[in-house]
T-cell receptor, first 106, second 113 residues
Framework: KNEVEQSPQNLTAQEGEFITINCSYS?????LHWLQQHPGGGIVSLFMLSSGKKKHGRLIATINIQEKHSSLHITASHPRDSAVYIC????????FGAGTILRVKS | NAGVTQTPKFQVLKTGQSMTLQCAQD?????MYWYRQDPGMGLRLIYYSASEGTTDKGEVPNGYNVSRLNKREFSLRLESAAPSQTSVYFC????????????FGEGSWLTVV
């Protein structure tokens, strides 16, 4: 069983829809990261969470430490949000989920 | 401030050849990582270095060696390349003591024929 599980694996949405991507993990962690990878490969960090909730623009990330679960929400989705979203957890090393491929259609 | 710099960006190797992927960061981070990314597999950890002078195996270390030359540099070596090592390789660094933000190199596309 993978230490980090993401769902869904693939997601297609219409422009404007509210999107949720989930991440569950099975190990003790001190931090959870959400990352974005665009076609062409570049990976950028969106959020680092150790508790609660963070918001940046249309992106919101939440974490429930007791349930070992995090969600990434995108409000008013746009085609430029199309990317792979990756969850990673840090205990004593970084471990990544397989990623969620998001496509937002106009 | 260049962040994380990886070289080369593209490389084609013949089976059995050796090569080294170089990674350097200028952010004084302690932790550095090498990952490979294959279609449908996500990022898989090859080796990591929690601090200068230490290295540890990750999920898929076979066929690779690493060197943490100093705090800035963490290299990945393929001693005898195999077609199964065709992949995109990413180097990453992170400072546990400074915000925990992860920084990635731009990736190295390696093809072994």
């Amino acid at each position: 069983k993978n230490e980090v599980e993401q769902s869904p694996q693939n997601l297609t949405a219409q422009e404007g829809e509210f999107i949720t991507i989930n991440c569950s993990y099975s190990v003790g962690i001190s931090a959870l990261h959400w990352l974005q990878q665009h076609p062409g490969g570049g990976i950028v960090s969106l959020f680092m969470l150790s508790s609660g909730k963070k918001k940046h623009g249309r992106l919101i990330a939440t974490i429930n430490i007791q349930e070992k679960h995090s969600s990434l929400h995108i409000t008013a989705s746009h085609p430029r949000d199309s990317a792979v979203y990756i969850c990673a957890v840090y205990g004593n090393k970084l471990v990544f989920g397989a990623g969620t491929i998001l496509r937002v259609k106009s | 401030n260049a962040g994380v710099t990886q070289t080369p960006k593209f490389q084609v190797l013949k089976t059995g050849q050796s090569m080294t992927l170089q990674c350097a960061q200028d952010m004084n981070h302690n932790s550095m990582y090498w990952y490979r990314q294959d279609p449908g597999m996500g990022l898989r950890l090859i080796y990591y270095s929690a601090s200068e002078g230490t290295t540890d195996k990750g999920e898929v270390p076979n066929g690779y060696n690493v060197s943490r030359l100093n705090k800035r540099e963490f290299s990945l070596r393929l001693e005898s390349a195999a077609p199964s090592q065709t992949s995109v390789y990413f180097c990453a660094s992170m400072s546990v003591t400074s915000g925990n933000t992860i920084y990635f190199g731009e990736g190295s596309w390696l093809t072994v024929v």
